[in-house]
């Protein structure tokens, strides 16, 4: 992949994350349980997906979007311990992708994914990022609740995941599979 589509992939993802994370923070904001947890986190399964689809590239513009969001709105004390948040969040979904492939059967290029692979990603990825979230955010004095911000936020991880996956699968499904393939005969 040339540079110019590897930046433009990462910028891409980094939009994506950013405008969902507001979105799910419109919708949602009421419900959050504790510091940067929520009872459905839409955004967890963008990142899932930005990871699955793009790789490297999708956990990049994960990290940039986190980070400016981090900056806006969820900064801890220094750009450094920001700047850690957003590797969590870029890191985690990479990190659910390669223990999948490794031990899972999760090809590289998604070719032989199933609904026992979908569950399998969602339920590590979930369960890595809400446990690294709140280890970090418990160093940090923003949870006081350890145990019980860390399963919130899983199943608000689990909750966004299965809604962005469900949409995925209807739209690919139902839309883009009616429109007409255009046939080259030149």
């Known amino acids: 992949m040339t540079i110019l589509k590897s930046s433009i992939l990462v910028l891409a993802s980094a939009?994506?994350?950013y405008f969902i994370f507001y979105f799910n923070k419109l919708l949602f904001d009421n419900y959050e349980f504790s510091y940067g947890v929520n009872w459905v986190f839409i955004p967890s399964g963008i990142q899932l997906l930005l990871v699955l689809l793009s790789g490297i590239e999708g956990a990049l513009g994960v990290f940039l979007a986190s980070l400016f969001i981090g900056l806006e709105?969820?900064?801890l004390n220094s750009i450094f311990m920001t700047s850690i948040t957003a590797l969590i969040s870029g890191g985690s979904p990479l990190l659910a992708?390669?223990?999948c492939?490794?031990?899972f059967g999760l090809d590289e290029d998604l070719r032989k994914i199933n609904f026992k692979l979908i569950v399998q990603i969602s339920l590590i990825?979930?369960?890595i990022s809400a446990s690294i979230h709140q280890v970090w955010f418990f160093y940090n004095n923003k949870s006081d609740d350890f145990l019980n911000s860390l399963l919130v936020m899983f199943a608000g991880n689990i909750f966004g995941t299965i809604i962005v996956l469900l949409l995925t699968t209807f739209i690919n499904m139902h839309i883009l599979k009616k429109i007409p393939k255009r046939i080259d005969d030149e």
């Open 15 to 17: 939009l994506a994350y």
């Open 97 to 99: 992708r390669k223990i």
């Open 125 to 127: 990825f979930g369960l």
């Open 73 to 75: 709105s969820y900064y």
């Open 101 to 103: 492939c490794d031990f």
